[in-house]
């Protein structure tokens, strides 16, 4: 299978700062992205999907470069609730399961 | 409604016991994936069903673990003459449908139970 990377941190930043995600993928022909957030001894929960086209939910925008092969993950007005570990998530053609990578650690502080 | 469930949330084993872990997918989820994750990594992909058929069991890691699925809907993994190094934490997730194939748009985001801490002792 194909590799997923991202920078493993942890991202220190104060309240309201943005921040923002890189995720690279290997295989150029991967189609399905995701991001999924992870609090500490959570399970992962889905976070939002990375279309083609970007999407936003919120504070949260998620875009995909095909061109370069990342999956960027931004946050706005950084929350103390937003505190988590980031996993970028990416399916494959021809395989039908999802690949994940390390994850990216928030600490925001006050 | 109800999430993705899963039992035991804790089991400790002695080594060489066999353990069974069972999983509960959302009503309706076509696909159901088990995965392992151990500290400070992202999950690790073991093998998935659609319905009652497993498709791909590719990351089981040796044929000490099988995985089932006999209805398509609750699955147990198992895990023979257990080792340490088989201690981590199994996750198990579901999805409405089965990513590669052309589903709706969120069909196949995968949805994860709180999973079972297996420790090997």
């Known amino acids: 299978r194909k590799e997923v990377e991202q920078d493993p941190g942890p991202f220190n930043v104060p309240e309201g700062a943005t921040v923002a995600f890189n995720c690279t993928y290997s295989n150029s022909a991967s189609q399905s992205f995701f991001w999924y957030r992870q609090d500490c001894r959570k399970e992962p929960k889905l976070l939002m999907s990375?279309?083609?086209s970007g999407n936003e939910d919120g504070r949260f925008t998620a875009q995909l470069n095909r061109a370069s092969q990342y999956i960027s993950l931004l946050i706005r007005d950084s929350k103390l609730s937003d505190s988590a570990t980031y996993l970028c998530?990416?399916?494959?053609?021809?395989?039908?399961?999802?690949?994940f990578g390390k994850g990216t650690m928030l600490l925001v502080s006050p | 409604g109800a999430g993705v469930s899963q039992s035991p949330r804790y089991k400790v084993t002695k080594r060489g016991q066999d353990v069974a872990l069972r999983c509960d997918p959302i009503s309706g989820h076509v696909s159901l994936y088990w995965y392992r994750q151990a500290l400070g990594q992202g999950p690790e992909f073991l093998t998935y069903f659609n319905y009652e058929a497993q498709q791909d069991k590719s990351g089981l890691p040796n044929d000490r673990f099988s995985a089932e699925r006999p209805e398509g809907s609750i699955s147990t993994l198992t895990i023979q003459r257990t080792e340490q190094r088989d201690s981590a934490m199994y996750r198990c997730?579901?999805?409405?449908?089965?990513?590669?194939?052309?589903?709706?748009?969120?069909?196949?985001?995968?949805?994860f139970g709180p999973g079972t801490r297996l420790t090997v002792t």
């Open positions: 998530v990416v399916n494959e053609p021809g395989y039908s399961t999802l690949t």
């Open positions: 997730a579901s999805s409405l449908d089965t990513p590669g194939y052309k589903a709706e748009r969120g069909s196949y985001e995968q949805y």
């Open positions: 990375v279309y083609s």
